[in-house]
Every structure is written in structure tokens, then in C-alpha cells.
């Protein structure tokens, strides 16, 4: 909730929030500035200055260090990632089975509620985990050659969708008071995102298949719209 909170007030414009959200916080930044009489300006400014200092500094370290480290350092820990998902799984799965949908539609106060960075993980850093999800290439062709992440990486696809009303399996509206489509854009945009990356083309055009029976494309963030 930290890394929510400083992205809402210092990047207003990041493509994890919604449309609405980016609004919402440019209103915030710019009503922030007249009640502080220009004061939250500099502060927003110093933010960024030692973000951009922080990332050349990086950038520096990691032009001394030979490639093959370098490498094994932006790799994720394959094991603890599986480990992770296949225990993950089965939280969301006793959710599902208690009837408790939201944790998965969304994220909550819930402790089990943020996961996609295992569950679909994909080939790009995050604000929460920064590199420690990040897959390289390496990583994604030897996960999509271990049988049981794949199949606990569908299971949690489908799950999910079920959260949403929408049987992925056979394409079918489950939609019900408790499971339903709620708008949380971010968890579906990184699902299409990771199914894409691992060639689940079968999920990922019955997903496909669900935004489109519930007229949802109109109303995604064009970064989402860009990988439809």
C-alpha cells in the first residue's frame, strides 16, 4: 500500500493506474500545490531528481560489472518463484472455495490479495518488487518447459477469471453477485501481458474472448488495448 500511495502523489502518470486514478492524482498534485502555496513543488521535484540520480547511479554500477553476473542478478530465483506461485495457488484456491471472490478479482486490504507478480509474472520491473520478478528471456523458456509451473500458472489464469464471472476453460458467464467483472484493469492488463510472454494462446484468446462479450476494450487503459 506504500508503493500505491507514493506513485498516487509522485507519478500521477503511471501506467499501473487507471484512467480516473491519473486524473484523480494530477487534481491531487496540482490542489496540494495551491494549499501548500507552491511548498509540495520543490518536494515533488527533489523526488524525481533522486530517482533519476538513483537510476544513473545504477546504470553506472552495472556498466563495471562483467555480463554473466550482471545476468544472474536481473534473473529471478526460478525455484523460489515456483515455490511461491504453487503456494500462492492454493491460498487464492481456498479463497475460491470459501466463496471469498474479491481477493482475487482486486486488490484489497487482504493479505493474499496481491500476487500477480508471481502468479503471471512477466519480462518487466515493478514499483512494489522492483527486478526481483523480472523475467529474461532465459527465464521464460525454462519455465514454459516445467510442466508443473505451467500447469499451477493456468490454474491460477483460470481462477482468477472465475473471480471475474467467466469461465476460461469453456467460455461461459458465470457472473454472479460475488464473482463479477469489478474494473481492476491492472490484473487483467498483466495477465494478457504474461500469457502472451509464455504462448498460452489458448487462455489467452478465450480471455480475450471475455473483454469482448462484456464490451470491456473501450474502457481499458491503452497500454492494456496495445496488447489485445
Known amino acids: 500500500m506504500k508503493v500505491k500511495c507514493y506513485n498516487f502523489f509522485f507519478h500521477p502518470f503511471s501506467d499501473y493506474h487507471s484512467n480516473n486514478k491519473?486524473?484523480?492524482?494530477?487534481?491531487?498534485n496540482i490542489a496540494l500545490a495551491v494549499i501548500t502555496r507552491g511548498l509540495y513543488i520543490p518536494v515533488f521535484v527533489a523526488i524525481h531528481l533522486a530517482e533519476r540520480i538513483s537510476k544513473t547511479d545504477t546504470s553506472t554500477q552495472n556498466q563495471r560489472i562483467p555480463?554473466?553476473?550482471?545476468?544472474?542478478?536481473?534473473?529471478?530465483?526460478?525455484?523460489?518463484?515456483?515455490?511461491?506461485?504453487?503456494?500462492?495457488?492454493?491460498?487464492?484456491?481456498?479463497?475460491?472455495n470459501r466463496g471469498e471472490w474479491q481477493a482475487l478479482q482486486e486488490h484489497t486490504n487482504h493479505p493474499d490479495s496481491s500476487f500477480d507478480w508471481w502468479m503471471f509474472p512477466i519480462n518487466r520491473e515493478s514499483a512494489s518488487f522492483g527486478r526481483q520478478y523480472q523475467l529474461t528471456n532465459e527465464d521464460v523458456e525454462a519455465l514454459k518447459r516445467d510442466p508443473a509451473f505451467i500447469q499451477n500458472y493456468r490454474k491460477g489464469v483460470i481462477l482468477v477469471a472465475k473471480s471475474w464471472g467467466w469461465d476460461l476453460e469453456n467460455r461461459?458467464?458465470?457472473t454472479n453477485n460475488k464473482q463479477h467483472w469489478t474494473n481492476y484493469q491492472v490484473r487483467l492488463g498483466k495477465m494478457v501481458h504474461s500469457l502472451k510472454l509464455f504462448g498460452q494462446n489458448d487462455l489467452l484468446g478465450n480471455l480475450v474472448h471475455f473483454i469482448e462479450q462484456k464490451d470491456l476494450r473501450p474502457g481499458l487503459d491503452k497500454w492494456i488495448q496495445r496488447m489485445l
Not at 22 to 28: A, F, R
Not at 79 to 87: I, S
Open 22 to 28: 491519473k486524473i484523480i492524482s494530477v487534481i491531487t
Open 67 to 96: 555480463a554473466a553476473v550482471l545476468h544472474s542478478r536481473t534473473g529471478v530465483d526460478r525455484e523460489a518463484l515456483k515455490n511461491k506461485q504453487k503456494n500462492h495457488l492454493a491460498k487464492l484456491q481456498a479463497l475460491a
Open 172 to 174: 461461459r458467464d458465470l
